[in-house]
């Protein structure tokens, strides 16, 4: 006898079971701004890397990128100092040698050897730029200075992390920061709204409507089911 009120139950919990936090999840999975990114996955390697644009100005560097936003005329920019790391998109291509190079990182996980010796950079010591490139990530390049290396981490749907080290000279890095684990939204608020719509939004916060009351209304099926198969029930 058991098992003929499993079926019934089991049913009810596919049905309509945890509408709530299945909505709470596929808001906040939809709203994000990493759906604005383009995050490529390659055969070979789950990181690209992308030369930048980069202006300096009063202690500040300007960096920007093409290709990274997902749409025609849409750069992504990033201002950095040894205070912190500001993103935020821009529709004007900026002028300036491209001595910013990205490491965009789609997947899990760089090498730990290329992880720190960009994360353990220190402002003042010896560290070549073009030397790091070649030796952990076997791209060859001959910037001119002052020039840079950010790093951004896509691995992670939920939380947004980054890092900058920027050289004034040749093997001498001036400052390192960081943008550590965050909320997309947090980090990168300012990014338009283009692949996602505020519709298509305000409609998945309509959906509430339906999924608390169903919840509510399923809920004593939900906790029988609890009582009878155990947490799996959930």
Not at 54 to 64: E, R, S
Not at 114 to 130: C, H, S, W
Not at 162 to 174: D, S, V, Y
Request: hydrophobic letters at 45%; proline letters at 5%.
């Amino acid at each position: 006898m058991r098992g003929t009120w499993l079926l019934p139950l089991s049913f009810a919990l596919a049905a309509s079971a945890c509408l709530t936090t299945r909505n709470n999840k596929a808001i906040s999975e939809y709203r994000s701004s990493i759906n604005e990114f383009d995050r490529p996955l390659g055969a070979k390697s789950n990181y690209r890397i992308l030369p930048g644009r980069l202006q300096v100005q009063d202690g500040v560097a300007l960096m920007q990128f093409d290709r990274l936003l997902i749409g025609d005329g849409r750069y992504l920019n990033v201002e950095s100092s040894p205070r912190g790391l500001r993103f935020f998109e821009s529709r004007q291509r900026l002028t300036g040698k491209e001595n910013i190079f990205l490491i965009q990182q789609n997947a899990c996980c760089m090498d730990e050897k290329a992880f720190r010796a960009i994360l353990f950079l220190k402002p003042g010591e010896k560290a070549d730029l073009a030397d790091i490139l070649k030796d952990h990530f076997a791209f060859t390049a001959a910037p001119s200075y002052p020039a840079g290396l950010l790093v951004m981490d896509f691995t992670n749907i939920y939380s947004f992390s980054a890092m900058h080290g920027f050289w004034q000279k040749e093997a001498e890095l001036a400052y390192f920061v960081q943008a550590p684990g965050s909320d997309y939204n947090d980090v990168l608020g300012d990014i338009e709204w283009v692949r996602r719509s505020r519709f298509q939004l305000a409609l998945l916060y309509g959906w509430y409507g339906i999924a608390v009351p169903l919840d509510i209304v399923t809920s004593p099926f939900q906790l029988a089911a609890v009582l009878l198969v155990g947490p799996g029930a959930k």
